[in-house]
Structures are given as structure tokens and as C-alpha cells.
């Protein structure tokens, strides 16, 4: 059984950083693209950002994060992390790491083996 436990959400100010961290239990998960999407309450989940299998050598973000938003993985911690920098009131939402088994990278929730439990990202003015 495949757990994912993200942690580092919260309140922060328009313009502030925060950093996610999505560990996994029960499996080692070097052989999985990881991601991240966001949620609001009665919308479907976003795709935010992934990072390959393996290295992590490639990357994937939606349009809207691209140049503040990291996605990178800590093999040695069985761990994906997104930094978020820059941070503005639009990127308030529920997020969710998740983990897709294989080469291809993080795209649709369909494709996802795994979930988090979503922390929640406040960003007042």
C-alpha cells in the first residue's frame, strides 16, 4: 500500500514562498513521474507541475505557474517537492501530490496510481 503525505501548507502573503513536500511510504517510488494539482471546492483538479521519473531531469508546469513554481524529487528521501515562490491569491486552492508509475510524465488525474490528501494553500493581500 502506497501512502503519500504532503506537508508545508498554510497561510502565507501575496507575493510569499512556500515549499511542499509529498514523502511516500510503502514503496519506493524512483520509478514514478510525481506531481501536483490543485482543487477548489465544487472544480475539477488542475494540473500544476511534475517532474520525471528516476533523475527528475524533466519537468512539466501549467502555464500559470511557469517561472515561480519548482517541481523537483529527493530520491533519497522518496520525496517530491514543489517550491512555490511569488505566490498570489488565484494559487489558493487544495493540493494534491500524486505518483504515475512509468516514463511518461504527471499529465491527467486519470493517469495517476497514487494521491495525497491535499494540503490547503492560503495566499491573502
Known amino acids: 500500500q502506497v501512502e503519500l503525505v504532503e506537508s508545508g501548507g498554510g497561510l502565507v502573503q501575496t507575493g510569499g514562498s512556500l515549499r511542499l513536500t509529498c514523502v511516500a511510504s510503502?514503496?519506493?517510488?524512483?520509478?514514478?513521474?510525481m506531481g501536483w494539482f490543485c482543487q477548489s471546492p465544487g472544480n475539477e483538479r488542475e494540473f500544476v507541475a511534475a517532474v520525471g521519473w528516476r533523475d527528475g531531469a524533466r519537468t512539466r508546469y501549467a502555464d500559470s505557474v511557469r517561472g515561480r513554481f519548482g517541481s523537483s524529487r529527493d530520491n533519497a528521501l522518496n520525496a517530491a517537492i514543489l517550491q512555490m515562490d511569488n505566490l498570489k491569491r488565484e494559487d489558493m486552492d487544495d493540493y494534491y501530490c500524486?505518483?504515475?508509475?512509468?516514463?511518461?510524465?504527471?499529465?491527467?488525474?486519470?493517469?495517476?496510481?497514487?494521491w495525497g490528501r491535499g494540503p490547503r494553500i492560503t495566499v491573502s493581500s
Open positions: 510503502g514503496r519506493i517510488l524512483t520509478n514514478y513521474s
Open positions: 500524486t505518483a504515475r508509475l512509468g516514463v511518461g510524465i504527471v499529465n491527467l488525474p486519470d493517469e495517476c496510481d497514487h
